[in-house]
């Protein structure tokens, strides 16, 4: 079992930047994929990164791409996701996932494990 537990939303003007993080606990985190997706009102919830755990492999929606950096650090059991230059359109619950194994998908289903996510609001 994993436990998830994003940090770091809130509000900001377009243009921009917020760090989320996702603390992990349970098993052990090195051996897992970790996703960052979203969900605005009234949409199904979206990719928007994931890194596998010797991040050799990093995957973003074209959306993001640019402007959203996704890093680990499995000394601290952590996921970040840098989020620069935002707009409007990122505005939405941010949930960070965890799958075990090393291939990223980009889909929902195939993540196992997910936080209680954390509100990202970007204003024009």
């Known amino acids: 079992q994993v436990q998830l537990a994003e940090s770091g939303g809130g509000s900001v003007r377009a243009g921009g930047s917020l760090r989320l993080s996702c603390a992990a606990s349970?098993?052990?985190?090195?051996?897992?994929?970790l996703g960052w997706f979203r969900q605005a009102p009234g949409k199904e919830r979206e990719f928007v990164a994931a890194?596998?755990?010797?991040?050799?492999?990093?995957y973003y929606a074209d959306s993001v791409k640019g402007r959203f950096t996704i890093s680990r650090d499995n000394a601290k059991n952590t996921v970040y996701l840098q989020m620069n230059s935002l707009k409007p359109e990122d505005t939405a619950v941010y949930y960070c996932?965890?799958?075990?194994?090393?291939?990223?998908?980009?889909?929902?289903?195939?993540?196992?494990?997910w936080g209680q996510g954390t509100q990202v609001t970007v204003s024009s």
């Open positions: 349970g098993r052990p985190f090195s051996s897992y994929v």
């Open positions: 996932a965890a799958r075990a194994g090393s291939y990223i998908y980009t889909h929902s289903n195939n993540y196992n494990y």
């Open positions: 890194i596998n755990w010797s991040a050799g492999a990093i």
